[in-house]
């Protein structure tokens, strides 16, 4: 069975930093492009980030661009997403996906972490 497992959320000032880890277990996924998403409260799933298959090129929503960054550490079969510079309108839920081999669709979903920003 696929699992991916966030973890790394929490309660944060404005300007504070933090990482979100993302582990896989079930299947490696270092030939699969892996994402980063977001749902703030109220508003659809959006795109973050996404990285390219063993650890291939990086893509950045404008949002974010310049104070995320998403790695990955094949070793350990997880992704991460370094986040600095936080503002409160990055409140929300996490959420790390994997694409099938070889496609851009997501087919595994974890199940969030928080991620709550006080100004």
């Known amino acids: 069975q696929v699992q991916l497992v966030e973890s790394g959320g929490g309660l944060v000032q404005a300007g504070d930093s933090l990482r979100l880890s993302c582990t896989a277990s079930?299947?490696?996924?270092?030939?699969?492009?892996m994402g980063w998403f977001r749902q703030a409260p109220g508003k659809e799933r959006v795109y973050v980030a996404r990285?390219?298959?063993?650890?291939?090129?990086?893509l950045y929503a404008d949002s974010v661009k310049g104070r995320f960054t998403i790695s990955t550490d094949n070793t350990k079969n997880t992704v991460y997403l370094q986040m600095n510079s936080l503002k409160p309108e990055d409140t929300a839920v996490y959420y790390c996906?994997?694409?099938?081999?070889?496609?851009?669709?997501?087919?595994?979903w974890g199940q969030g972490t928080q991620v709550t920003v006080s100004s």
């Open positions: 990285i390219g298959r063993s650890s291939g090129p990086t």
């Open positions: 996906a994997a694409a099938a081999p070889g496609s851009m669709t997501y087919v595994y």
């Open positions: 079930g299947r490696t996924f270092s030939s699969s492009t």
